[in-house]
């Protein structure tokens, strides 16, 4: 499997809720290389940069408004197939579908407020990592 990298957000509602910790233990846990790590409160129009791809679902202007109510933890992670990996260890979207033991399972609330980020291909692992850390592409 290809070393890759992915994006972690950990989002308000997991900061809310004080689970930064036990999130940031799994990565470790699951054999990831933390590259980066900041916390930050999102701009508005970061957020939406971020999640231009999103723009003209219904649901744009509530995940843009979630996404920036307080301080996230973004980490830029590296691992065999980081991608899939982190994917499974976050699970399925809705915390309602994810599998037992996901952290979106373990704290996720609803389709919108789902506790995590994970990029959704190796291709966009590379572009949202450096989206955040420009200047980690060679770490
Ligand atoms: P993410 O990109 O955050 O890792 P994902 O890839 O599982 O999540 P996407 O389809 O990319 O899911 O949706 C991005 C985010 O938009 C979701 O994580 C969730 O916060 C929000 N979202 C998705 N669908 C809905 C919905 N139906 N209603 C409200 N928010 C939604
Ligand atoms: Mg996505």
Request: glycine letters at 8%.
């Amino acid at each position: 499997m290809p070393t890759q990298r992915t994006l972690c957000i950990i989002k308000p509602d997991a900061v809310e809720k004080k689970v930064q910790g036990s999130i940031i233990q799994r990565v470790l846990e699951e054999g990831f290389r933390i590259v980066a790590m900041q916390q930050v409160q999102l701009s508005r129009a970061q957020a939406e940069g971020f999640y231009a791809v999103h723009r003209d679902r219904p649901f744009f202007d509530e995940l843009c408004t979630f996404m920036t109510r307080g301080p996230v933890v973004i980490a830029a992670l590296e691992r065999d197939d980081a991608v899939a990996h982190w994917r499974k260890v976050i699970g399925a979207t809705d915390p309602a579908k994810a599998d037992e033991g996901t952290i979106r399972k373990l704290y996720g609330a609803n389709v919108g407020e789902n506790a995590t980020h994970g990029s959704d291909s190796p291709e966009n692992g590379l572009i949202e990592t450096a989206y955040f850390f420009p200047g980690h592409e060679l770490l």
